[in-house]
Structures are given as C-alpha cells and as structure tokens.
C-alpha cells in the first residue's frame, strides 16, 4: 500500500488500524455476521484475521529515507498500531509491505488494514492549481 | 419515524463512559413509533459546575449601534465610526486540524501548507429583507421588507503562517465567516468536504476578548480536537487524507467499500456501535441500513 503526497511533508508518526475484531462487535442478539459488519469475512469460524508483521517504508523524491518494521496491526478499539518516528522525518511517500498474516477469510488467506493515519505538517506549500486558458472561437449569430 | 434511523436517548457520564438507554414508550399517547429525536433533558446533572457566567452585557439589536464603521459604505447607516466600534481578536493556532481516528469525523481541513490568506467577511445582514416575487405573489406582499441585497462585507486580509495559524481583530458580536485563499488569492480547493470558507458564526466573540478556534471546524460536521488538541496546536495534523492511495490488491465490492481510496478518507464516516448494527441490512433498503448518512461522498463504517 503506498501513499504517495504532491508535497513534502513533515511527518512524526503514523497509526495504522486494522479490521474490527470479532469479539470486539459480537454481542448476543445482535447481528454479527462477520468482523467487519459483514463486509470481508467470517471470522467466528474461519478468523479472526491480523496483519502480524510489516515493513514501513519513507521516501523523499525516490529515495529510501527511513524505514520501521511493524508488528500485529490492530483494530481500532484497540487505538489502532502506533509508529512514533524518534525524530520528524521529510517524506512524499509512504509505502506499506504487509509480511505476514494470521486467519483466514472465507478459507483464504487475507491481508486487511481499515485506516491510516499520518500525524504531519506541511514541509512546503502545496502545489498551486493549474490555470488553464481556453481560446474560444467565435460564431456570429 | 419513517426514516431507518431509530434514535434513543442516552445518558452518560462526562466521560462519555457509563451509557444507559433511556426507556421511552409513548404507544399510551399513539406515539408507539415515536424516537427520541425531540427529546430535551429536563434532569439535572449532578456533580458537575457550571463555569462562571461572565456575561456582561447584551449586544446592540439596533443596526444603528452595531460594531461596523460607517466608514465602509455598506454600513453607512451604522452610528459607528472605524475608531468608535469595540473590537476582539480571533487566533486560530493551526487551520489544517483534523479530528483524529478515534473520533467519528476527519478529512475537514484544506491541504496542509495550501492557505496562505485568511479573509473575513461581516455577514451582518444575511437575515435580513425578502424578495416579494412581482406581481404580488406571496400575499401580502406589501408586509415584505424588500430585500435591501447588501450581501458580506470584506473586513480584513491577514496572512496565514506555514503552519496554518492567524490572528486577526474583529468586530465584537457580529457575524461573520472566514475564506482561505492561496498565495494566488484564489480560494482553497482540495480537501475532501470542499467548503467555500470556515467557522461561520454569528457574533463568535465579546468586546475585548481573545478567542482562539482550532481547525476549520463546520459545526456539527467537525469532530472534536480533544485528543489531539495539543498536536493541532502546535501545528500538527493528520495529513493521510491529502495523499493518492494505491494498494497492490483489494477486495472488490458493489459499493467499492474497500477500494485503497476508503482507507485515507474518512468522509461523514459513522462508527457503527460497539456490539455491530442493530440487525442485518435488508434487502430492499440502501446498503448502509442506519449509519450511513445517504449524501453522496459519506461512507460508513458498514460500507
């Protein structure tokens, strides 16, 4: 997953949120097809599913400034995984490679992550907006 | 209601800790489908101060005495002049400021370092007259003040710092909105809700007060800055939702509810409860079932 900023930005840390789990939004009675809501999956018997390990990676204009492993994703009720750079790093990419997965979605084997966070500021101004000029003919009436 | 939304009223702690539904059950007055929508707290809280009134006096009703100069023209009929009118002052620490994730609303704030001119604009006239359509229609048109079409008047231009902080006095109880411009002076484009300016208020400060206002907070479309209100001010914010997100595979469905371009943006997304929604969606009814508002561009947290 990757996410790529017109502009550089300043970033400090970044909170990555994985799935609902399926205990977490399960109570009697209510409906609970799944972990999310019945959207990707049936983990009460095949899950639940978890992102376990990754690898974060920073780029300022194509070059590798940073790079952090990452352990298991969680939801959000559990505040998501938090990764506190030591220092604000300049970055205009962002690159997320997922390693490692545990559960299972509909007997397969599934990579889920729901948010993502970037706790930033801007390094420099975002790029202004193309004005574009048309030359019209004209057409007597 | 007619509506699939079903509201209870809930009591809680401060903390928002210690939920109870409140029974409600009006089928004795043929209410039976009645929700709570209108109801309005009559018990008193208990354990809890209110903060002390430094109410000081009422604002002039009186066009005549409101605080706009008569310097401008629009406001010729003010008996203000620019040196006569009591004034405040507005800081806003960081217009960038989202809401974090743990909070149901973010994506409300224009692209980080995009603003670099905060303008206000005196909107002491938005209620004011009516146009009675010729000929005479709505009756009686005779008892329409016709509409006398003075629209918002500029106030001022300040700069706005990298970090996206300004300050600016104001005139004191009058209404007003804020528009953000580029260093081009056209008008801030690109964040996910799009508004045309901020923080409209009707008289957001009291004659000598200094009131600071965080974000481009639209009412209740904000969120809170609570949990974050420390970051935000020192000019930190959530800046995933300016960025194009791309996976390298995904899961397809009708309503592209996971689609890489949900996982940065977050627009009028609802947390659906605790325990999951209160039933299964049906299938006759839109694919959000109560926790999606149906405005095209919002997303749910059940697609």
Redesign the interface.
């Known amino acids: 997953?990757?996410?790529?900023?017109p502009?550089n930005?300043r970033?400090?840390q970044i909170?990555l949120?994985g799935p609902p789990s399926y205990s977490?939004?399960?109570?009697s009675g209510?409906?609970?097809?799944s972990g999310?809501?019945?959207?990707?999956g049936s983990p009460e018997q095949y899950g639940p599913y978890f992102v376990e390990s990754a690898t974060l990676e920073l780029y300022r204009d194509g070059a590798l400034v940073h790079t952090v492993s990452v352990g298991r994703i969680n939801p959000?009720?559990d505040?998501?995984t938090l990764i506190e750079l030591a220092t604000s790093l300049v970055i205009d990419r962002?690159r997320l490679t997922i390693n490692n997965t545990s559960g299972r979605w509909y007997w397969s084997q599934?990579a889920a992550?729901?948010?993502?966070?970037?706790?930033?500021?801007?390094?420099?101004?975002?790029p202004?907006?193309q004005i574009w000029q048309a030359w019209l003919p004209l057409v007597r009436q | 209601m007619g509506g699939f939304v079903h509201l209870r009223l809930v009591v809680m702690n401060a903390d928002g800790r210690g939920k109870t539904v409140l029974p409600l059950n009006l089928t004795g007055l043929g209410l039976g489908t009645a929700d709570a929508r209108d109801a309005k707290p009559i018990a008193p809280r208990t354990g809890w101060l209110s903060p002390p009134d430094q109410f000081t006096d009422v604002a002039a009703d009186d066009p005549a005495q409101w605080n706009v100069p008569n310097a401008l023209p629009e406001y010729a009929f003010s008996q203000r002049g620019l040196g006569d009118i009591a004034t405040s002052v507005i800081h806003n620490p960081n217009v960038?400021a989202n809401p974090?994730?743990?909070t149901p609303f973010t994506n409300n704030s224009p692209?980080?370092?995009?603003v670099?001119w905060a303008e206000l604009w005196l909107d002491t006239n938005q209620f004011t007259g009516a146009f009675c359509y010729p000929p005479a229609y709505p009756q009686p048109c005779d008892d329409f003040r016709q509409d006398n079409e003075l629209r918002a008047v500029l106030w001022d231009t300040v700069p706005v710092t990298?970090?996206?902080a300004f300050t600016m006095t104001v005139p004191a109880d009058v209404m007003g909105f804020i528009v953000l411009r580029?260093?081009?002076g056209?008008l801030v484009?690109?964040w996910n809700r799009g508004y045309a300016s901020i923080a409209q208020g009707s008289s957001w400060s009291r004659p000598g007060e200094a009131v600071t206002c965080t974000g481009c907070h639209m009412g209740h479309v904000s969120g809170s800055l609570d949990d974050v209100l420390e970051?935000a001010q020192e000019?930190?914010?959530?800046?995933?939702p300016?960025?194009?997100?791309?996976?390298?595979s995904y899961?397809q469905?009708a309503y592209e509810?996971?689609v890489?371009g949900q996982?940065?943006d977050?627009r009028g997304w609802i947390p659906?409860p605790?325990?999951?929604?209160?039933?299964?969606?049906r299938l006759t009814e839109p694919y959000q079932t109560g926790y999606q508002d149906a405005t095209t561009g919002w997303k749910s947290?059940?697609?």
């Open positions: 997953m990757a996410l790529p900023w502009a930005q970033v400090r909170r949120v977490s939004n399960c109570a209510s409906y609970c097809g999310d809501w019945g959207g990707f959000r009720s505040g998501g962002l599934v992550l729901n948010e993502i966070e970037v706790i930033g500021q801007a390094a420099e101004p975002w202004l907006r | 960038y974090s994730l743990l692209p980080p370092g995009s670099a990298p970090a996206g580029d260093e081009n056209r484009r690109d970051l000019g930190w914010q959530n800046v995933a300016y960025a194009v997100a791309s996976a390298s899961h469905t509810t996971f890489p996982i940065n977050r659906a605790a325990h999951g929604p209160d039933r299964a969606p947290e059940n697609g």
